[in-house]
Structure formats: C-alpha cells, structure tokens
C-alpha cells in the first residue's frame, strides 16, 4: 500500500488545469484492466491512489512548456513525496539492562538514491538487498517514460512497500542525466535523520540496513556520536572484474557476504571501484586494510582530492550537492571537497559495503563532452567554496573505544 502527496498547501490537481478529461478516463481504463484487456483485482484502496498518482504526473507533464531549443530543458516540475510507503517495522534492540528500546521514524537510517526509469530493476535489487527504507528520486524525461513507471509499481508493490519515491520531471531532448538535483531530493525528503547516499547500480550488502540501524542505537552508540559530530562512515565500492565494461553484472554475480566478497577479491573476480583506471575517487578507502578484517568495526582515514566514496551521514546541516553539474565530470567529488572544507571527518565501515552491478559505459566522446561542459560550473562552484569556507578545521581523531 502506498499514500500519494502533493508538494504545496494547496492540492496540485486544484493548482493544475484539468482539461484533459482524457487523462482520467485512460488512467481509469489502466488500472481497471491490463494489456490483454483482463480485469484488474487490486485492492480498491490501492486502485484508487495509483489512479490518482496516473493522472497526477499526467496533468503535471501536460503543464510543462516544450524546451525552446535542444540543449536546454523547458521549467522542471518537481514532485516531492510522490508515492510515500509505509513505516518499516520498528528494530528492538537491548541495553545493558535488557531492556527494550524502539527506534522511531526519524531516529533510523534510510538509503537515498537516485535514478532514471531505465534503472527500475536496479532499484528493485537495492532495495531487496539493502532491506529498509529507502528514498529514491526518479527522473521523468518524456510522457513513456510515466507510463513505465505507473506500470513498474503495478507489478512490484511488495518488493518497494518501503521505497518513497520523489520524481523530476524535465521535458529536455539533449540534456546529461542531473545527478545533483536528485540526490539533493532524496536526502532532503527522506523521514529521518541518519542516510546512505548511493547511486542505483551500488548494491549494498545483504540486510545492511538492519545491521547499521542496530549499530545506531547500541547503548552510547559510537558510530551515532561520530555522525552527529561531523563524521562520514564509508560503505567501501567494489565492482565485478568486466571486459572493457561490456560485462553487465547480475544479481546472481554479486557477493552473498564479506567473507564471499574476500573470496571472490582474491580470485580477482572483483576489485575497489575504478581502481584499476582512476584510483583517486576511492584509493583513500584503504582496500588492503578493510579486507584483512583486523581493525575495530571503523577505522579513520584521511580525505584526499577527487575522493568520492559512498557513506552514511547525519542529514542536519550538511551541504547540498552543487546543482550546475550534469551528466559527467564535477558532480560527486565537489560535495566531498566541500565537506571536507566543511570540517567533516572520514572513517570507513569494516562490515559493510557496497558493489557496482557494471553496465555497458558511455563512450569515452560523451564523458569528455560533458567534463567540458561542466568546466564554467566548476569555476563557480570554486569561487563559492573560497568566499563560503576561511575557517580552518580542528579535526578530532576518531573514538572507537
């Protein structure tokens, strides 16, 4: 079961211009039966907020301009809190009294992600995998594209009862996928306090989210009093070992466990992310240590430039992505540069991690076309990083007892 919101006090469809009275009827027409003409049997509360959701994003997209020329987007329409799941069930866990403690809402961790609806099935997979709630932002960019996803939820509702979705839709025909609008979102309207910020194709380790949100509320916490002071706890990336990138990975391919993962590194059927090409965005992970399992349950590492890791954080006061990038080149590793100027800290998981379901790349043009168009962004985004951040941090070494 999932509820539908509308961003704004008042209710979108009263703010929308309903002339198409033919929207309703196919939306109607949808989820009363399927492809074959076969009646539907949903259930009728969930019939009538899917309904309700088709002819939403349907008004939404009619009311969009058409862009003016192809290398720019039209006015984007965002639509926060979309499809809004229910609660996961609240995790017990026992002080030193044995005493029952519950976790509120607010007071777990929740897994935000972005994605265009190609990469639905990915998100299915994540979700399974990571096994909590996760916030996902969905990128619209033509009419198809809607139906894809109303019909996506149609047939995965148990596999996403805990995934919130908030959609961007953007009528643009040249435009580079806008990773940083989308991962503001997730983080911005997730219903907690503690995330995981991920891109889709990162696959966390099975039933992540039980073990982190056991951690979060062990008796004096560490790992809670480290992120509420300005400490990043990195979930260390791997991908499958692929040739030339042709190789997609299926979720068969990915590792049950560490100890599968440890097995799977030393057959060099994996590796770190991107460390055989560009060491820089996670070399500072320390691979070599994280695999001899010998550290406490996190270790502390220092930032370096270009870094760009995935990690759990403490969502209050933390700097937004820089919104210019899109497509390649800037995107991620300028929110880590900022904050580390920002006197955030590193440390990295021992028991956790993520790994890339590898797939076909761009090509090599298009990654250096995007960089390019990225550059101007780039000098901007430097120029308010001089004028934002004079402070010099006074870093406190990490506390693991």
């Excluded at 809607?146 to 148990?158: C, G, K, R, S, Y």
Aim: net charge neutral; hydrophobic share 35%.
């Amino acid at each position: 079961m999932f509820s539908c919101f509308c961003a704004g006090e008042e209710p979108l469809s009263r703010r929308l211009s309903v002339t198409a009275r033919n929207v309703a009827t196919t939306c109607a027409q949808y989820y009363h039966s399927d492809d074959e003409g076969q009646e539907r049997h949903p259930d009728n509360g969930q019939q009538q907020q899917q309904q309700q959701l088709c002819e939403l994003l349907h008004q939404i997209w009619g009311s969009i301009p058409d862009p003016v020329d192809r290398n720019r987007a039209a006015e984007r329409r965002i639509f926060p809190n979309a499809v809004v799941r229910q609660s996961h069930p609240l995790v017990v866990v026992r002080d030193d009294n044995d005493m029952k403690q519950h976790s509120t809402a607010a007071d777990t961790v929740v897994l935000a992600t972005h994605l265009g609806v190609p990469k639905l099935d990915i998100l299915r997979v994540q979700a399974t995998w990571w096994g909590g709630p996760v916030s996902a932002t969905l990128y619209i960019k033509n009419e198809e594209d809607i139906a894809v996803f109303l019909d996506f939820l149609q047939n995965h509702n148990n596999e996403l009862q805990y995934v919130s979705f908030h959609i961007v839709l953007e009528k643009t025909t040249n435009l580079p996928y806008p990773h940083n609008i989308l991962r503001n979102m997730a983080i911005e309207y997730l219903d907690a306090h503690f995330f995981v910020a991920v891109d889709v194709d990162f696959i966390p380790n099975l039933n992540a989210f039980e073990g982190l949100n056991a951690m979060l509320h062990e008796p004096r916490s560490k790992l809670r009093s480290e992120l509420t002071n300005h400490r990043l706890f990195l979930l260390p990336a791997f991908e499958r070992i692929a040739h030339k990138n042709s190789e997609t990975v299926t979720e068969d391919l990915l590792p049950q466990s560490k100890a599968e993962l440890k097995d799977m590194f030393k057959k060099k059927k994996l590796i770190g992310f991107h460390m055989s090409g560009s060491p820089l965005g996670h070399g500072p992970t320390n691979f070599p240590l994280w695999l001899q399992n010998k550290t406490d349950v996190f270790y502390e590492i220092e930032y370096k430039n270009v870094f760009e890791p995935y990690v759990m954080g403490y969502r209050p006061g933390i700097p937004r992505y820089w919104e210019d990038f899109r497509g390649y080149g800037y995107n991620k590793f300028s929110w880590y540069m900022e904050l580390h100027k920002a006197c955030y800290q590193f440390a990295v998981l021992r028991d956790f991690y993520v790994v890339h379901m590898n797939h076909p790349m761009v090509s090599r043009d298009t990654k250096h076309d995007q960089t390019e168009d990225n550059r101007d962004y780039w000098k901007q985004f430097k120029f308010y990083m001089s004028g934002r951040y004079k402070q010099t941090c006074k870093f406190s070494p990490l506390k693991t007892e």
